[in-house]
C-alpha cells in the first residue's frame, strides 16, 4: 500500500518544544505524533520542525535560521510528497527584523515558488499554510522572548491569521488557524502545552483528510 506522505515544515512547536524547559514533548504529545495516530496507516507524517526557524530571514546573530534555505533540499530528500504542511511565523516577529504579519505571510509566496520547481521526484504536493498560535502575555516574564520579541509581540500574533487567511486566499491554497485551536503555554509564552497539541492534531487531521482523501 503506498502511503500518502505529509511533510511538517515548522519550528519549535512542530518541533514540540515544552514550555519552559527546553526539552522536547514525547511523540504521542507532540501534534504531528497525534496527527499520524489519527491519520492511521495509509499515512506517514514527517517531522521537520527546528527550534528558531524563521519564514525566509537569517538572522543576523544567531544565522542558520532560514527555513526557505533548507526547504528545497528538505523536500527532495523526503520524496515522494502528498502535502506540505508550513508553520512558521513566530520567529519573524523578532524585534531586530522589524516585519508585520502582512509582511510575514506574503512571504510564503517564496515556498510556493520553490515547490514549483521542485523535481519531478518530489511529486506535486498540496500546500497547507497553517497561521501559528498567538504569542501569550507571559512571554514578557521570561527573559529571553521578552528582549527577543520586544514590547508588542501579543498584538502583532494577533494578526497572523487575518494575513495569512488573506494571503491563502491570493495564492489559491488552503488555510487553517492554530490559534483556533492552540495557545501558546503561559510557562514561557511562546510554545503550546500538551491539550494544544492534542486540539491542533485534531483539527489538522481533519483538514488532511479533506485535501487528501
Excluded at 503506498?2 to 512547536?13: A, M
Excluded at 510554545?191 to 485535501?211: D, F, I, N, T
Aim: glycine letters at 10%; hydrophobic letters at 40%.
Amino acid at each position: 500500500m503506498k502511503k500518502k506522505r505529509i511533510l511538517c515544515f515548522g519550528d519549535s512547536n512542530t518541533f514540540g518544544e515544552v514550555p519552559g524547559a527546553g526539552v522536547r514533548h514525547p511523540e504521542d504529545v507532540r501534534w504531528t505524533g497525534i496527527l499520524q495516530k489519527e491519520l492511521g496507516d495509509e499515512y506517514q507524517v514527517i517531522e521537520e520542525g527546528y527550534g528558531g526557524r524563521t519564514t525566509v530571514f537569517d538572522d543576523e546573530i544567531e544565522g542558520r535560521l532560514s527555513g526557505l534555505k533548507y526547504f528545497g533540499p528538505c523536500c527532495e530528500s523526503q520524496a515522494p510528497l502528498d502535502l506540505i504542511i508550513l508553520m512558521l511565523g513566530t520567529n519573524d516577529l523578532k524585534a531586530r527584523f522589524g516585519v508585520d504579519a502582512r509582511t510575514i505571510a506574503f512571504g510564503f509566496q517564496r515556498y510556493l515558488n520553490a515547490v514549483n520547481n521542485l523535481p519531478a521526484s518530489v511529486g506535486k504536493p498540496q500546500v497547507l499554510l497553517v497561521s501559528p498560535v498567538k504569542i501569550h502575555p507571559a512571554y514578557k516574564n521570561h527573559p529571553l522572548f521578552h528582549d527577543m520579541f520586544g514590547e508588542y509581540a501579543v498584538e502583532r500574533s494577533g494578526k497572523f491569521a487575518e494575513a495569512y487567511s488573506e494571503f491563502a486566499e491570493t495564492a489559491g491554497i488552503p488555510f487553517l488557524d492554530a490559534a483556533a485551536y492552540g495557545t501558546a503555554d503561559p510557562a514561557d509564552g511562546v510554545h503550546m502545552g500538551p491539550e494544544s497539541h492534542r486540539r491542533l492534531a485534531e483539527a489538522m487531521a481533519k483538514k488532511v483528510k479533506e485535501l487528501l482523501g
